[in-house]
């Protein structure tokens, strides 16, 4: 499945862009393909396990993917999958 | 997307002939009207944070007629908040931030009154500060406050008008409504210390606070008069850069331990729980120091020695200090072998916390003479070198 991993501005300077392209069947599976791409930003998304971070959330089109089945959820061709990290800033 | 809630203010102040003057253009609004400046007049708003994001906050909710304006901060003016603190002015430089902002409010709607309170919210006072407000909006700058200010609020039952910013983006939400997410939901867990950069290290345009803040203070509005839509269960994402806003949807978790399960029923320790002087290796104490004085010292002795920068080469555009070498904390990794153990090295960055990073990453590669500058750059600025500029 071809899906588009939208990144913040801060996150994007560790890969090529924003929006990058990137396959697989499970959310987990597209994060993978993009960590394996880009190793500095690779620890950004996700822990040394592979597993999503509390303070990291991902949405797969506009809905929390912890809410379906996390980094199991499947994935659909021309999805969106946008990574919003925690900010604290005031 | 939520509906309307009944109004939050349920008390209704009787308006004087000047304050409806004052009010006319929400008074010939059908939604708000003579009853809701009423109840404008009667609603309790507490701030957290005078600073980015409580400027525009408190100045348009003061403008707006809100009765009561309740202001947490502990600061003091300093002149790199004029950027973007529009309460703030230049002449109130170095005066508390309270102060700061009692005096432009007061100036900008007599009617209004401010609260203050001079501290830090901690677990110790949250629930007594919060408890006499009918909602409280987040416009603090670190994990360990909105923790807190989730968790008081949803043990209290106070909606939390939640923003955030970093850069170019920010983030709204409204917390912990009888039946919507609260921060927890989003955010089980805080990044680890250091993760994230701080506003002070990362930057922020100026503008975005306006941004975020006025759309806290239009959702503070709409709740107390129970109008429109509010952002309960859902997430707006505001990108500057791209102009683009984009809102995700927001699910109350069931076993969130503070609006799930209420596991949370009392305030924890925040500082613990973000990993703040809880970890060791995170502890800047437990790094080799030298002061800017010594650094100094060591310069005019002709010391044999390294001074590696690890700011980005935006930063060292601005400001310097002489000898020094730049490798940006990105790049650092992969520089290591360019280094040589056998000579001292010296780490700087702006304030000293990126350099403790680095002398960590050296001091795991097996390097034993490294020493992280004590306040950066701005404290070199401060006792050595004045011409040195601060940023």
């Given at each position: 499945m ?53 303070f ?7 809905e929390d993917i ?10 659909s061709?021309g ?7 925690a900010?604290?800033?005031? | ?25 929400h ?23 005078a ?15 809100v ?10 003016v300093?002149?790199?908040?004029l ?53 409280v ?30 850069r ?24 680890p ?27 503070g ?29 927001l699910?109350?978790?069931p ?6 399960t ?6 924890i ?31 005019q ?60 990453q ?30």
């Amino acid at each position: 499945m071809a899906v588009t991993l939208f990144l913040p501005t801060v996150l994007a300077k560790l890969a090529d862009g924003r929006a990058i392209e990137s396959t697989g069947e499970t959310v987990g599976a597209v994060v993978a393909n993009v960590a394996a791409r880009y190793p500095n930003l690779a620890p950004r998304l996700r822990d040394e396990t592979g597993q999503p971070y509390p303070f990291v959330t991902f949405y797969l089109n506009d809905e929390d993917i912890r809410f379906n089945g996390g980094f199991e959820a499947p994935v659909s061709d021309g999805d969106e999958l946008t990574v919003v990290p925690a900010i604290a800033g005031g | 997307m939520a509906t309307a809630t009944a109004p939050l203010a349920t008390q209704l102040e009787e308006l004087s002939s000047d304050e409806i003057l004052r009010y006319s253009r929400h008074l010939i609004l059908p939604e708000v009207a003579l009853e809701g400046q009423q109840r404008l007049k009667a609603s309790r708003v507490l701030l957290i944070g005078a600073g980015g994001l409580g400027s525009p906050l408190a100045l348009y909710l003061t403008a707006a007629g809100v009765g009561t304006i309740g202001l947490v901060d502990f600061d003091v003016v300093d002149v790199t908040n004029l950027q973007r603190q529009i309460v703030h002015g230049s002449k109130d430089v170095g005066r508390p931030k309270l102060e700061s902002a009692r005096d432009r409010l007061k100036d900008m709607n007599p009617h209004v009154h401010v609260e203050g309170y001079e501290t830090r919210l901690t677990s110790e006072n949250a629930l007594e500060i919060i408890r006499d407000y009918d909602i409280v909006i987040d416009g603090t700058d670190n994990f360990a406050t909105r923790y807190l200010t989730n968790d008081a609020c949803v043990i209290l039952g106070k909606p939390n008008v939640y923003g955030s910013i970093y850069r170019f983006e920010g983030q709204s939400s409204v917390f912990a409504t009888e039946d919507g997410p609260c921060y927890r939901c989003l955010y089980p867990e805080p990044p680890p210390p250091g993760l994230v950069p701080s506003c002070a290290e990362g930057g922020v345009l100026g503008v975005l606070p306006g941004l975020v803040g006025t759309i806290q203070a239009t959702e503070g509005i709409k709740l107390l008069l129970g109008i429109g839509e509010p952002l309960i269960g859902r997430l707006l994402l505001i990108d500057a850069l791209s102009m683009q806003f984009r809102t995700m949807r927001l699910r109350k978790n069931p076993n969130c331990p503070a609006c799930g399960t209420h596991e949370i029923r009392e305030l924890i320790d925040y500082d613990q729980f973000c990993g703040i002087g809880g970890d060791p290796l995170q502890d800047p104490h437990g790094i080799p120091e030298i002061t800017p004085a010594e650094l100094a010292a060591k310069q005019q002795r002709r010391d044999d020695f390294d001074l590696i920068d690890v700011r980005e080469p935006h930063e060292w555009a601005i400001a310097k200090i002489p000898g020094a070498r730049l490798v940006p904390l990105g790049t650092f990794t992969e520089s290591l072998a360019t280094f040589d153990s056998a000579r001292d090295i010296v780490v700087t960055c702006k304030m000293g916390g990126r350099s403790a990073k680095a002398v960590r990453q050296l001091q795991a590669a097996g390097f034993k003479k490294v020493w992280n500058l004590a306040g950066g750059i701005l404290r070199w600025s401060d006792d050595v070198d004045p011409s040195v500029p601060k940023y």
